[in-house]
């Protein structure tokens, strides 16, 4: 039998390996790490890739293994292995001959006595893994059916509910800690893992979990330190390393500590993972997708399927709270052959094998369809296609397509170009995108648009009937309560006052309130206000008195042109846009009617939208598009003014009054560029306190979704630029808004402004996280049923430090039940309730709609728009931006 003295970098092998430990991995390709030892116990690892075949392959710590035609690989001159074009794996019932097989190289699982458990535990399943939908057991299948039923099992009283729920109690428990450590006097190298020594311990502490069927998890990873629900007795290998779990006592770990919240929230996770496995389709607790479709499409080409996210936090007091979101998961019928007979275009589109046809489930990007025909010889397996589908195709399924011209495509089924390989586009099916999916099916699509928009009453009925189903937990025996709660929350209103400022000083709700129906007038007009407009000769007909409808709007809300001139383009190439551009450069702002974006990518002349964007971004002259479809539409005037009138420096309306003693708001945001696969930071949307926006600008590509701490530290210095410039003296207060996670050294950032307190002497950092968080309604008892809730309600954590809040909903008749925002304090002495204040009515100062605002803060929706438009070309990176061209 072979050994790992056999294997060879690039070449096949069949090799008998006994798994000895699970590395799961967060990773974009990389699924998971096996840990693996051959007959004479030398340490081999196997990556298994998200495409690979044995993406969802369940592998048992301790078992013996087969793997046949499994590659080489030399990576820092250890050999390991990877996943070969036709690998399979096999369970060996018992070791092969000539094996080392002890307790002492890898620690085996089985029935621990009750007395050993800190924890009260009952036997759980310790498949971590995917659990496919044909694995799935025969129970009744989850279903929205009855929600309403147990929702409504106790009264509820009036008032806004968080879409949550209490599992249980755990103030306190008692775990046992290990040190681990490894066997021999050369320690453990941290080059040897990703994240050093953190890394590894994270790792022992997953393969212990799989091991025991039972919470595991770091304690203190920088000093090997793990905490453990069952005592450790056995020895694992782990990268060559024998590693011993070294008891260092028991400890109690209690919810009011800050430092023992983290591992008691990732312990009951676990718990959780671990209550739903079977019963649904689980990769993590934020993917539980029901085990059948909820919907399937007439066409029968696609079917949804529901899919929770929950999200898992222990309050101060031991209560543990489960945030509950539900979505549709998408999968296709159909075969990627017949999206190509259907005419769609099949290059970057992503698939799957068919594992009703084909006997491994791998997932393959087209890279083309190529001319090959069934029966021609493969290069590597040296064999017709046809005669090595045998060993993964029913014989019938063959003969059909070598009767009839099957579609050959090549595959690319890893990151580099070794992993190109052809395929039967017959054996696969289309990963469903949104996109993908109007394209085969709009009805469908349409249908499930609608359906995920869920009014309350269903989303908290069907969430309600989810969670009636957790419990009791295999671990702890949680049995949650089916009904929503607000423990752990404090709930606040943003007062409903008229707190936008228009022209004279004179008041309002939001903007057609001021500039329509009280026709107050702009807060402040544009200083110069000269105007050209331009439109398609072909449309001059329909876009001349449009567009002499907007100036007299306007003029309606006291901002008419300082001087207005028009002509017609000509529809045609990119090149002759550009000129028409350059003439309008002695202009404040442009007014320009394009095609509709469909009919200009089905047109034989080049689209003038992107080119105008571009060309009038670099001369920096605002530009406001107008699509043919939409002249003679009054609805969008106000919207296309108000922008406008942003655009060219003027104040449509600005915040009357906001809390804090603020001076200036910053925000920043990274955008990615998927044709580059970079992100790009746009930071310095500088926002005075009134919610009039001083600056932008967008600054360096970033490596990641992280922002550059000097990037954010050279912003801060341009904030005090310009607001001295405008203030005649430096802030004395900013809050910074950060578009999700900061993913910088915060402590570090934080002693480098604090260095600079003679200049700013207060600070906060916050970042507005906009998935994830649990919806907000409103309950009408009277009704008995959940309704939308008002803009403006938050609930703010007790002894903690974020917030919810709802900037949209109310009278704004939203589709669905709103997505409150996260509102999370890294940094200051500002409270929350002042913090979603500020953050509600920094939604309301958006100036390109009249009637509604938007979701997110300008701080975070403007450095967003900006660092979209600096990624299309539209604005000059690097230079400070004034007004708001981007909106």
Not at 187 to 205: C, L
Not at 425 to 433: F, N, R, S
Request: proline fraction near 5%; charge should be negative; charged fraction near 25%.
């Amino acid at each position: 039998m072979a050994v790992k003295a056999d294997i060879e970098d690039g070449e096949e092998i069949d090799i008998a390996l006994r798994v000895t430990g699970i590395d799961e991995w967060d990773h974009d390709t990389i699924a998971r790490k096996i840990q693996l030892e051959d007959t004479n116990g030398a340490a081999v690892d196997l990556t298994v890739f998200h495409n690979n075949e044995v993406a969802d392959f369940e592998w048992q710590i301790g078992e013996w293994y087969l793997l046949e035609n499994v590659v080489g690989n030399e990576f820092r001159d250890e050999m390991q292995l990877n996943p070969g074009y036709d690998l399979t794996v096999t369970l060996l019932d018992d070791p092969p001959a000539g094996s080392e097989t002890s307790e002492e190289s890898v620690g085996q699982s089985g029935e621990r006595d009750s007395s050993d458990d800190a924890a009260t535990t009952s036997n759980a399943s310790g498949r971590e893994g995917f659990v496919r939908g044909s694995e799935v057991d025969d129970r009744p299948r989850p279903t929205a059916d009855g929600g309403g039923e147990v929702l409504h099992q106790q009264p509820l009283s009036d008032g806004n509910y968080l879409l949550q729920f209490e599992l249980g109690e755990l103030p306190e428990l008692s775990v046992y800690e290990y040190e681990l450590r490894a066997t021999g006097s050369g320690g453990i190298d941290p080059d040897d893992f990703t994240n050093g020594i953190e890394g590894f311990t994270a790792k022992a502490a997953n393969y212990y979990q799989s091991q025991i069927g039972s919470p595991v998890t770091t304690a203190d990873a920088s000093r090997r330190r793990i905490y453990a629900t069952k005592k450790l007795r056995d020895t694992i290998s782990i990268h060559g390393y024998t590693v011993k779990p070294v008891h260092q006592g028991e400890t109690t770990l209690e919810a009011r500590s800050y430092t023992d919240d983290g591992p008691l929230q990732k312990f009951v996770k676990q718990d959780v993972k671990r209550a739903v496995a079977g019963r649904f389709e689980v990769s993590g607790i934020d993917s539980i997708i029901e085990p059948t479709p909820q919907r399937t499409a007439n066409s029968g080409l696609f079917e949804a399927y529901r899919k929770y996210k929950c999200r898992i936090r222990v309050d101060a007091d031991g209560t543990v709270i489960c945030g509950v979101n539900v979505a549709y998961h998408l999968e296709s019928t159909f075969s990627a052959a017949e999206w190509v007979e259907r005419g769609h275009d099949i290059t970057g589109v992503t698939v799957e094998h068919d594992t009703d046809l084909y006997d491994s489930a791998r997932t393959a990007t087209v890279k083309e369809i190529i001319d090959m025909d069934y029966d021609d010889v493969l290069d590597g397996p040296g064999v017709p296609m046809s005669e090595y589908h045998e060993k993964h195709v029913d014989q019938d399924v063959i003969d059909s397509m070598r009767a009839g011209d099957p579609i050959i495509a090549d595959l690319q089924y890893g990151s580099d170009e070794d992993s190109i390989f052809p395929q039967l586009l017959e054996y696969c099916k289309v990963i469903p995108t949104f996109d993908q999916l109007g394209r085969v099916d709009e009805t469908f699509l349409n249908v499930i648009h609608n359906e995920s928009r869920m009014k309350p009453e269903e989303r908290f009925n069907v969430v309600t009937s989810f969670v009636d189903l957790l419990g009791p937990t295999p671990c702890f025996g949680f049995d949650p309560v089916p009904q929503p709660t607000n423990d752990g929350y404090r709930e606040q209103k943003t007062p409903n006052i008229p707190n936008l400022r228009f022209g004279d000083g004179k008041t309002g709700y939001y903007g057609a309130g001021g500039l329509e129906r009280n026709e107050y007038g702009v807060y402040k007009a544009p200083e110069s206000f000269d105007i050209i407009a331009l439109y398609p000769e072909d449309e001059e007909d329909d876009a001349r008195p449009y567009v002499l409808s907007l100036l007299n709007k306007l003029a309606d809300y006291d901002a008419g042109p300082t001087a207005f001139d028009q002509e017609t383009y000509e529809l045609g190439s990119e090149f002759h846009y550009s000129q028409h551009a350059q003439n309008a450069s002695d202009y404040d702002a442009a007014l320009i009617v394009v095609p509709d974006a469909d009919e200009a990518a089905a047109a034989d002349y080049d689209d003038p939208y992107p080119e105008f964007k571009r060309r009038l971004g670099q001369l920096g002259v605002p530009s406001q598009m107008i699509s043919v479809d939409n002249l003679g539409n009054g609805n969008y005037r106000g919207n296309i003014c108000s922008s406008l009138i942003g655009k060219a420096g003027g104040v449509p309306w600005r915040i009357d009054d906001i809390p804090g003693g603020v001076d200036a708001f910053v925000g920043l945001d990274v955008t990615y560029d998927h044709a580059t696969q970079q992100h790009l930071g746009a930071a310095a949307n500088v926002i005075m306190a009134d919610g009039t926006i001083l600056a932008s600008e967008a600054v360096t590509k970033q490596a990641g979704e992280t922002f550059d701490e000097d990037d954010v530290a050279n912003v801060i210095k341009h904030v005090l630029e310009i607001f001295a410039e405008e203030e005649g003296r430096p802030p004395r207060h900013i809050v910074i808004h950060r578009d999700g996670k900061f993913y910088l050294d915060v402590e570090n950032l934080i002693d480098r402004l604090d260095k600079a307190r003679d200049l700013i002497q207060r600070f906060d950092l916050v970042e507005i996280r906009k998935s994830g968080n649990p919806r907000i309604a409103a309950y009408n008892e009277s009704k008995a049923r959940f309704e939308i809730a008002d803009k403006g309600v938050a609930f703010h954590v007790h002894n903690g430090d974020h917030s919810y809040l709802t900037t949209t909903g109310g009278k704004e008749g939203s589709p669905g039940t709103p997505r409150p925002l996260q509102i999370v304090k890294r940094h200051g002495s500002t409270d929350l309730d002042t913090l979603a204040q500020q953050t509600y009515w920094l939604s309301e100062a958006h100036v390109g709609s009249l009637s509604r605002s938007t979701r997110l803060p300008i701080t975070t929706y403007y450095a967003d728009k900006c660092a979209d438009f600096a990624m299309k070309g539209y604005l000059t990176k690097g230079s400070v931006i004034r007004g708001v061209p981007y909106i």
